[in-house]
C-alpha cells in the first residue's frame, strides 16, 4: 500500500509535508534560535535578522516559540488518533464474533460517544482532573473512537461472510486467529483512512483546546495558543497570526490528502488504478479491473 501512495501525486505532497510537520516535532525545540520561554524589552518587534518573525507583547521570539510548540501539537494530535484507534477498532471488530450481547453493548456506548459533545467533555473532565494536555487528549481520543468502531465494524462484517471465513469458523478456527489471518487484512486499509483523518481532526481538537489555554500551562508556547496570543494584538501586528494559522491549516490539509491518497490506492479502486498504470508503462499481458491477468 505504501508504494501505491507514494505512486500518486498526492500522496506525495501529503507524506512530504507531514515527514517535515514531524521533523519539526522531533528536532524544533533544538532548531529555535532564542530560548522560547526568555522575555525581552523589545516586545511587538517586527520581523528582523535577529527575530525571523518579529516577539510577541512579552519579547519573546514567536519563530522559536512556533518551533518549540510543535511537539505537543503533534503529540497531542497523535495521542487523540492511538487512542480512538484502540478504544475503538479492537471492539469494532470482536463485535461480529463476540456475540449478541457484547454487540449491543459496544453499540449502545458508540451511540452514547457519538451523542456527547466531546469539546465540552473535555473541558469537564480536564476541571477534574487537572489541567494537562495528556488527559485532554485520551478523554477526546476516547469521544473520537466510535469512528474507528464503526469503520471495522463495517468492513468486518463484510468479510466475516465470506466463504473463506465461514470455512475457517467450521473448521474450529479461533476468533483471534481469523482475525490475524483473514479480517485485519482486508480492515486495515479503511482504519488507515479513518487514522490519517483523525490525525487531522486531532490537530483541530489540540489547537482549540489550546486557543482556549486549555490542556497546557502558560507559558508553554503551542500553536493554539499563538494564534490565540497574537489576535489580542492585531492592532500592531496585524500580520501576526497568519503563521501559526497555516501552519495549523497545512498539516490537517496534508492529513486529509493522505487520506484520500489511502483511499484512492486501496480495494478494487486501488487494484483498478494498478491495472490503469501497469498498462501505460509497456506492453505485458492484458490486466482486468479486479486486478487478475
Known amino acids: 500500500m505504501v508504494r501505491r501512495v507514494l505512486s500518486l501525486t498526492s500522496g506525495r505532497i501529503a507524506v512530504v509535508i507531514l515527514v517535515l510537520i514531524a521533523l519539526l516535532a522531533v528536532c524544533g525545540p533544538w532548531l529555535a534560535p532564542q530560548d522560547p520561554l526568555a522575555t525581552s524589552d523589545n516586545a511587538l ?9 518579529g516577539t510577541d507583547h512579552l519579547g519573546r521570539d514567536v519563530f522559536s ?3 518549540d510548540g510543535s511537539r505537543i501539537s503533534v503529540l497531542g494530535s497523535l495521542e487523540v488518533a492511538l487512542t480512538a484507534l484502540v478504544v475503538g477498532a479492537v471492539p469494532g471488530i470482536l463485535s461480529v464474533y463476540s456475540g449478541r450481547v457484547f454487540e449491543w453493548l459496544t453499540l449502545r456506548l458508540a451511540d452514547t460517544l457519538v451523542a456527547l459533545p466531546f469539546m465540552l467533555f473535555a473541558i469537564a473532565v480536564i476541571a477534574l482532573l487537572g489541567n494537562g ?21 463495517a468492513a ?13 469458523i467450521v473448521s474450529g478456527a479461533s476468533v483471534g486467529w481469523i482475525v490475524r489471518r483473514h479480517v485485519w487484512v482486508k480492515v486495515l486499509p479503511p482504519i488507515a483512512v479513518a487514522l490519517a483523518q483523525t490525525i487531522g481532526v486531532g490537530f483541530v481538537i489540540v489547537s ?6 486549555i490542556g497546557v500551562q502558560p507559558p508553554a508556547p503551542t500553536w493554539g495558543g499563538l494564534l490565540a496570543t497574537d489576535l489580542g ?26 487520506a484520500d491518497a489511502i483511499r484512492d490506492v486501496s480495494g478494487e479502486a486501488g487494484r483498478a488504478l494498478a491495472g490503469r498504470r501497469r498498462a501505460r508503462t509497456g506492453p505485458s499481458a492484458p490486466v482486468t479491473v479486479g486486478g487478475s491477468r
Do not use: D, K
Not at 156 to 168: C, G, I, K, N, Q
Open 233 to 258: 494584538y492585531l492592532s500592531h501586528q496585524p500580520w501576526a497570526p497568519v503563521a501559526p494559522a497555516l501552519l495549523i491549516m497545512v498539516t490537517v490539509w496534508a492529513c486529509n490528502l493522505l
Open 133 to 153: 494536555i495528556t488527559q485532554a487528549m485520551l478523554v477526546t481520543g476516547v469521544l473520537v473512537s466510535p469512528l474507528f468502531y464503526r469503520v471495522s465494524r
Open 45 to 53: 518587534a517586527s520581523a528582523s535578522g535577529s527575530h525571523w518573525l
Open 208 to 213: 482549540s483546546l489550546t486557543f482556549l489555554g
Open 65 to 67: 516559540r512556533l518551533l
Open 156 to 168: 468486518t462484517l463484510a468479510v466475516a461472510r465470506s466463504p473463506y471465513v465461514e470455512a475457517a
